[in-house]
């Protein structure tokens, strides 16, 4: 099965790696035993289905989500049951890669309209003049 990440990117499931332990938080007896949280850890330096500009961007812009070993590490306990949780957890996947390889748009440098300098030039005459009025009267 492949994970659609845009329309020209796709994962193979095999390159990902689900893992199931324990979630934590309050609960009853079952949460102790249940392995209801799941991980997901996809190594984007290894992978075939990317390509190196595409490696990259995904390091880059997901760099505080990514490990030393270039393996990014996605989790989810939301849900009491493993499969909600594998499901959820491969949509963050979709969505975080889906938001790195988009390309954004350059910005266009502005300039200050003259009416704004003006206003804040004006502002600042005023605060002088208040602040003029506090000093002490010489005699």
């Known amino acids: 099965m492949m994970i659609e990440i845009n329309p020209t990117t796709k994962i193979p499931e095999s390159e990902l790696d689900y893992t199931a332990e324990p ?3 309050p609960g009853g007896q079952h949460v102790n035993r249940a392995h209801s949280r799941v991980t997901l850890h996809f190594d984007v330096n290894n992978s075939t289905s990317l390509s190196a500009p595409q490696k990259e961007k995904i390091t880059k812009r997901l760099r505080n989500k990514i490990s030393k ?13 493993q ?7 491969t949509e963050k996947l979709q969505q975080l890669l889906g938001e790195a390889l988009k390309q954004r748009r350059k910005r266009k440098p502005t300039r200050v309209p003259k009416a704004q300098k003006q206003k804040r030039l004006e502002e600042k005459r005023h605060r002088s003049e208040i602040k003029k009025y ?6």
């Open 23 to 25: 979630s934590s938080g």
């Open 69 to 81: 070993d270039g393996i990014l590490k996605v989790s989810s306990q939301r849900h009491r049951s």
């Open 83 to 89: 499969h909600a949780n594998k499901r959820e957890v």
């Open 134 to 139: 506090r000093k002490k009267v010489k005699h």
